[in-house]
């Protein structure tokens, strides 16, 4: 099965030159994050297992038009994580904070599940 991608860029170095072995990609319901030379790790989340999106802007990040997306997330192999140094940083976010939004209310998920499993212990 193919998949999709809405959006693909590589994390760049400190002058925005993709020299690094760090890919991003993301479908309609996944984020993916491929990373490594000799030894490849291959990670993704669901979208709807995100929890919160920030943007973080340095001073040189803004010379050379990069920018990192922090990602809070439920997924408990990936946990929380940063997209680092991506051309475009503003328009991503929002393209996947809509994504996050539409799989979320597709799948009916709300921040409930995510306050853990103490509150299924009390019944």
């Known amino acids: 099965m193919e998949i999709n ?3 693909k860029d590589r994390k760049r170095i400190w002058c925005g030159l993709p020299w690094t072995f760090t890919k991003y990609a993301l ?3 996944r984020l ?7 030894k490849t790790v291959s990670d993704e989340v669901r979208l ?9 802007r340095g001073f040189l990040q803004k010379i050379f038009g990069l920018g ?3 990602v ?5 192999s990936m ?9 475009h940083s503003a328009d991503v976010k929002e ?19 995510f306050m853990g499993d103490d509150m299924d212990d009390d019944n």
């Open 5 to 7: 991608y809405v959006w």
């Open 27 to 29: 479908s309609e319901d």
């Open 32 to 38: 993916f994050i491929t990373s490594g030379f000799f």
């Open 48 to 56: 709807y297992r995100i929890m919160d999106i920030s943007l973080t």
């Open 68 to 70: 990192s997306i922090e």
């Open 72 to 76: 809070t997330s439920a997924d408990k």
């Open 79 to 87: 946990g929380n994580f940063v997209i680092k140094n991506i051309k």
């Open 95 to 113: 393209q996947l904070s809509e994504l996050v939004e539409k799989n979320r209310e597709n799948k009916r998920v709300t921040n409930r599940e």
